[in-house]
C-alpha cells in the first residue's frame, strides 16, 4: 500500500507544549512537513486540556482508544473527544489516515525515544530507517503489552509516537523542540521513499526494548506518597538495571534495591505524570530483531 | 531580640511537591527542624492547590501577602486562604511567628538560591552564613522591589525563600529533595546561634543579586505565545548577559538578541509556572553590600 495521508497529532497531552506549539508551526508554516507523495494534516488532540494546560480534564486521552473503549458511550470529556478523533482519522480498523505521528513530551531523560505499537515488517523498517538518521534515538515497542491498543496514534494501523525529555510540563525547552522537529522529518522522509520504492538498504537487525511491567514509587503505611526514585538512578534511562542497585529511597532515608534479575531496563523514570498511579518508572528488555528486507 | 517561632512552609504553590514533602517529613520526623532556643512549626500553605496538583485553584497564593491585598475582602480562594495565614502566623506586622522559611523549587536551573525580601543587619548575617556553609548557593533580593512585599514568607519581618531548581512541576528529584533540606538546616543552624549570641565571625561583605525586571517571551501578531528560551541561555542562571548574545528565539527560526547594558544577570529562566505571564525571565543586577558586624 501507499501512504497517501499522513496525521501529526500534538496535545494528545494539555502540558506537553512542545507538541502543542510544533504542529501551531507547521500549520503556519507547512512546507516542513510537505511531501510529495502525501497529504500532512495537523492537529491539536485536546484543545480543551491545552487551555487548561493540564495532562486531561477528566482521564488520560492517550488511554481511551481501544475498540472496546470507542465502541462504549463512556462519559467523559476524554472519551467523547476519542470518539470524535477516531470519526475524524479513523474509523480505528478502516482508518482514512494511514498513518498517524503523535508527539509527546517527558520528564525523564529519554533523549529521542520512538514508541511503536506494532512489531510488523513497515515499523520495523521505519525504526531501522530512524536509527540510520538518529543513532543516539531509542526505540521502544509496546507491540507485546496489549492486542487492542489504546493509544490515539493506534487509530491506524501505521502509527509512532516521538517521545522526547526530559521537559518539563507545561514548558518549552528549546533543545526537545528541534529534536522533536528533527525527528518528525525523518519519519517523513522515510514515507516519501517508502511511498516512492526508494528506500536504501536498511540494516539487517534492529536493537528495541519492549516494555513489560512498572515499579511503583514507595508507600507510606497510609497508602500515601513514601519516598522518591533514588539519586542514583535518576535520569538513567535505558541503562541495565544491576543487581542489588539502589533504585528508590523511602523519606526517612532507607534504600529499596533492585531484586530483580539481570538483562532489565529502566524508563519513564520519574515522569510526573505517573504520580497518579504512583509509579517510579517503566521495564523493558532488550532484544534485537531481525528487519525484513521486503514488506510483504 | 530572640528568634522563638520558626513556621516552614511547604505546598505554597501546589506543583512544587519538594516543598510538601519536606514539610510532611519534618512532621512525622520533627528531629531535624528541632533546636534548644526556639519551636519550629511545619504548615502546608496550600492544600487544595497541592491536592489539585496545580500551583493555585484561582491565583498565585504567594503574590496575596501585601498588607493591602489583607486587608480587603477579595473572594478568590487563595486571597481568603492568605488572610486564614494571616491569622494563623501573624498578623503582619505584628506576627506571632518571628521567622517563616518558605520551601519552593523552579524548573530553572538555580541550584540552591536563597530569596530575601529585607537587606537589614539580620539577613545579611543570615545570608553571609548561608554563603559561607553554601559556597555554591545563590542570594538574591527582592528588598528593592517593592516596600508592602506579597510573599507569604513576609508575614514575619524575619523571612527567607527557599527555591531549588532545576526540578520539573509535579515531582520529587532527591537531588533536590536533599539539597532543599541542607539549606533549611543551615538556615536553623544560623536561628540557633544567633540566638545563643554564638554567631562565629562572617565575611565582612556579601554578594547578591537584586531583581529588578522580567524579559517577555515572544508573542506572534495575536499576542499568543511566539517562541522560547534561546538554547544558548537555557539552564545558564545567573551569568551575565552579554551584548548580541541570542536569548529568545521565535518558532520561525529567528533570534533575538540581548540589547541593554552589561552588568546584568538572568534567573528564573523559562519558569513553567510564569508562562501565563508569558515571562521568559529575570533581570538581576549583582553588588557587594556590607555586613553589618553587629546586629543593632
Known sequence: MTIKKVALVGGTHGNELTGVHLIRKWQSQPEFVTRPSFK?????????????????????????????????????????????????????????????????????????????????????????????????????????LMEDHHFLSSISDHNILVEVGPVPQGLLRADAFDLSELAVGHILDFI???????????????????????????????????????????????????PGQPILQRFDGSEINWRGPTGIYASFINEAAYYDQQLAFSLLKKVSVDVPASLD
Not at 493540564?54 to 470529556?77: A, G, P
Not at 478502516?94 to 503523535?102: G, Q
Not at 511503583?216 to 544491576?242: A, T
Request: charged fraction near 25%; proline fraction near 4%.
Open 40 to 144: 500532512s494534516d495537523c492537529l491539536i488532540a485536546n484543545p480543551e486540556a491545552v487551555a487548561a494546560n493540564k495532562r486531561y480534564l477528566d482521564v488520560d486521552l492517550n488511554r481511551q482508544f481501544s475498540v472496546d473503549r470507542l465502541t462504549r458511550e463512556i462519559q467523559t470529556h476524554e472519551a467523547s473527544r476519542a470518539r470524535e478523533l477516531n470519526r475524524q482519522l479513523g474509523p480505528k480498523g478502516d482508518a482514512a489516515t494511514d498513518l498517524i505521528i503523535d508527539l509527546h513530551t517527558t520528564t525523564a531523560n529519554m533523549g529521542c525515544t520512538f514508541v511503536v505499537t506494532r512489531e510488523d515488517a513497515f515499523h520495523l523498517q521505519l525504526c531501522a530507517w530512524l536509527q540510520m538518521q538518529m543513532p543516539t534515538a531509542v526505540i521502544t515497542s509496546e507491540g507485546a
Open 192 to 242: 516519501e521513499l517508502y511511498n516512492q520504492n526508494a528506500l536504501p538498504e536498511l540494516p539487517a537487525s534492529l536493537e528495541l526494548f519492549r516494555y513489560f511491567d512498572t515499579v511503583s514509587l514507595p508507600k507510606d503505611e497510609s497508602g500515601n506518597l513514601g519516598g522518591m526514585v533514588h539519586q542514583q538512578l535518576q535520569d538513567r534511562d535505558f541503562r541495565e538495571l544491576k
